[in-house]
């Protein structure tokens, strides 16, 4: 059994009944440092996040693979964290990682798609043509 006092950081263990040692008439205690989150988990599913929104909007699809992959170079940092016995947040990452790869490939198909209609001629002559209309339907 160790000391229930504050750590470094300040921080107090929790209390855990381990049963197996417990005695009739007597209970035994074990002190743990609390588990925390890791950081790159958090900041993984905040960009990948953020990336994902962002893959929806038009204007935006340009910053969406880009932050799609800080947000899976941060889940692959925060997975290799979570192996150690005080970090948690393994859940996080592997969701941060999916959102960054949706985003990944999301924002490539749309990149691929806008450039392969501005290669067709035809189709650029219709856009123009659109915004013409458009441009003279203002006041």
Do not use: W
Not at 79 to 88: E, G, H, L, N
Not at 114 to 121: A, E, G, I, K, S
């Amino acid at each position: 059994m160790t000391s229930p006092e504050p750590d470094a950081a300040g921080d107090r263990p929790h209390r855990v009944i381990d049963p197996v040692r417990t005695r009739p008439g007597k209970v035994a205690t074990e002190y743990r440092k609390k588990a925390r989150t890791s950081t790159a988990a958090a900041f993984a599913l905040a960009i990948s996040s953020a990336a994902a929104v962002l893959t929806l909007f038009a204007v935006f699809f340009p910053i969406a693979p880009i932050l799609g992959v800080i947000g899976l170079l941060l889940g692959i940092v925060g997975i290799r964290a979570a192996k150690r016995p005080d970090i948690t947040g393994r859940g996080v990452c592997v969701s941060a990682i999916v959102l960054s790869l949706f985003s990944i490939v999301m924002g490539v198909l749309f990149a691929a798609g806008v450039v392969t209609v501005l290669n067709d001629q035809n189709a650029v002559n219709r856009i123009e043509r659109q915004v013409e209309n458009l441009h003279d339907r203002l006041p």
